[in-house]
């Protein structure tokens, strides 16, 4: 649908949690300047007994809570009731699970440009299959790793989404050079001092000259990737300018430990 207002949900037995991504930094600015809209339900809020339970022991057996279905799917319904009264009629549902594929900027830039879309954070040992067989679209991964719940990575996804919005950055440039939206780490940065304790901005970056710093910064950016996440490489078709960048310091660095 491209940029148009992003209207992203959220399930969650913890909504006060999501103020921390919404107070500061640039998505509460993309919020101020109605860039996206954040809309939180409670599924504590559709239990009907007095302790609003959300969780039940596991069948068969074994360690942990599970998250219910029925107050799961209810919520759910609820939050697309109100995604459907800002014009979102079929948001995305995604389930944040250690289980799920693994996000990467690519996809992040896909999400950024839905007109809705709904990430539900489980808890405990996580959720009923059943809820997730009726009503997920995908599970997602943010990294080989468990937290406590889906709250984090779903704040993740909502900023990584949102500066992607044009207006959320002061600089669009930013965004094009972050790292994997080329497929590639991003290269150094620095800033004042020149020198500090003898430690230097290297010479190129101070040439004033932008092709220049235009190929020290990718050949710095291949540099990093070969060294770092080589298998980001593997994946790259590079073209010759990069190829050569990228032999260079390669060859170089092989000087260096004759």
Known sequence: MGFGLLIIGVLSIFPEMFDAVISCGVVARAESNNLFKLIIVNPRDFTEDNYRRIDDKTFGGGAGMVMKIEPLELALNDLKVKLLNHG????????????????????????????????????????????I?????????????????????????IDSMVRQIPGTMNSLESVVNDSFMNG??????????????????PQELLSGNHKVIEEWRLQQSLWRTYLRRPELLADKQLNKIQSRLLNEMISRNKMKEI
């Open 133 to 157: 067989e009726r009503n997920v679209d995908v599970e997602l991964s943010v990294g080989d790793f468990v937290v406590s719940g889906g709250e984090l990575p779903a704040m993740l996804v």
């Open 88 to 131: 979102v009629e079929n948001p995305l549902v995604v389930y944040l699970s250690p289980q799920g594929k693994p996000i990467k900027q690519s996809y992040i830039n896909e999400l950024a440009n839905l007109s809705g879309i709904i990430l539900i954070c489980g808890r405990y040992e996580g959720i009923d299959e059943r809820f």
């Open 184 to 201: 590639l780490l991003d290269c150094p940065h620095y800033t004042t001092p020149r020198d500090y304790k003898g430690s230097q901005v």
